[in-house]
């Protein structure tokens, strides 16, 4: 049995086949996912889990060298904003438009559903390396 923090079999291989610059991405329960990108649906209810919860054990396993928010996050979801801040103080963050973030997971190596009900509480993780 594994012994580090991501035990759903799907999220950890699909971590485990990342390479450099690949992409994994996180959002709430309404993100609209393209139909051939893999879709691991962890949402149990409204709000669980939550994408915070989901982001922190996703970060405990993933070297992430930089991060895509939506534009929209920054006036919509502030606390959001300020809560993936305070977890990744030291990546690179780029804003791009919602619908840009939604066309951009089609070249995802899979989206990461979570119960998060709150808007535009999505990430796309830029895979880095550990050398």
């Not at 305070?86 to 990461?112: G, N, R, T, W, Y």
């Amino acid at each position: 049995m594994k012994k580090t923090t991501v035990i759903n079999s799907d999220l950890s291989r699909v971590i485990a086949q990342m390479g450099h610059f690949d992409t994994l991405a996180v959002g709430d329960a309404g993100m609209p996912v393209p139909a051939g990108t893999e879709k691991i649906d962890l949402a149990v209810t409204k709000n669980l889990p939550s994408f915070i919860d989901v982001l922190k054990n996703i970060l405990s396993e993933l070297q992430v060298q930089r991060i895509f928010l939506a534009e929209e996050m920054k006036t919509q979801n502030p606390k959001q904003l300020t809560a993936v801040k305070e977890l990744l103080p030291d990546v690179e963050i780029q804003f791009i438009p919602h619908d840009q973030m939604k066309a951009d997971l089609s070249k995802a190596h899979a989206f990461v559903r979570t119960g998060e009900m709150t808007p535009y509480s999505n990430i796309i993780l830029e895979s880095g390396v550990t050398f």
